[in-house]
């Protein structure tokens, strides 16, 4: 029968071209962001962050776009490189839903990267 | 500098038996994390506890699940009993703390399967 699960935005570039993966988030009180990447068999690793009172940030081959009006986050990664295969999360930082509780970061689905030789 | 230390990295229980899961967190990290990844759910947050003390439980699935600190550098995630549909990847992380709980480094997770 047919899985069911989550079905992961998938990007395909080849080696050399630039990436860009897009993240929406949901809450506009939402005031830090972070990507990470997940290499398969390991856990999320991170890769650069940005506060809401930037609308960009750079990194080495990486770089962050927050648009805050439509709330949207890209990671653009330069001159993509196998060992850049991998999923890519976003994840804001907000309030927890319990009463009182402090700040938690909420991970998005997701979106694997494969770079073609 | 050694990460986020969890074991085992691969646990096969029956339904119905203990699992414990364990984390060592960064030194000097305040905050510790829980996290479960599944292909239906994605990465979830169980629980986390911030100087040792539980700040957000409500994240775990139901009682059969527990979660203690007793210490700044060790906690662990109990199933008991354990279920089929528990198997997942769970994931400890630490961070600095504090009310921001900003940049969490994870550890390298342990594979959960339940038959």
């Known amino acids: 029968g047919e899985s069911v699960g989550l079905h992961l935005p998938t990007l395909s570039v080849q080696e050399g071209d630039n990436s860009i993966i897009n993240c929406a988030y949901s809450?506009?009180?939402?005031?830090?962001f972070i990507w990470y990447k997940q290499e398969s068999g390991k856990g999320p690793q991170f890769i650069i962050d940005i506060r809401s009172n930037m609308d960009k940030r750079q990194g080495q081959r990486v770089t962050v776009l927050l648009n805050k009006t439509v709330k949207h986050l890209s990671l653009q990664i330069a001159a993509t490189q196998p060992g850049d295969s991998a999923v890519y999360f976003c994840a804001e930082n907000r309030r927890g839903i319990s009463s009182g509780s402090a700040r938690q970061l909420t991970f998005g689905s997701g979106t694997q990267l494969t770079v073609l030789p | 500098d050694a990460g986020v230390i969890q074991s085992p990295r691969h646990e096969v229980t029956e339904m119905g038996q203990e699992v414990t899961l364990r984390c060592k967190p960064i030194?000097?990290?305040?905050?510790l994390f829980w996290y479960r990844q599944t292909m239906m759910r994605g990465l979830e947050l169980l629980i986390y506890f911030n100087n040792n003390v539980p700040i957000d439980d409500s994240g775990m699935p139901e009682d059969r699940f527990s979660a203690k600190m007793p210490n700044a550098s060790f906690s662990t995630l109990k199933i008991q009993p354990s279920e089929p549909r528990d198997s997942a990847v769970y994931f400890c992380?630490?961070?600095?703390?504090?009310?921001?709980?900003?940049?969490?480094?994870f550890g390298s997770g342990t594979q959960l399967s339940v038959l």
């Open positions: 030194s000097g990290h305040n905050s």
């Open positions: 992380a630490s961070s600095l703390g504090g009310t921001w709980n900003e940049k969490l480094f």
């Open positions: 809450n506009s009180a939402s005031d830090y």
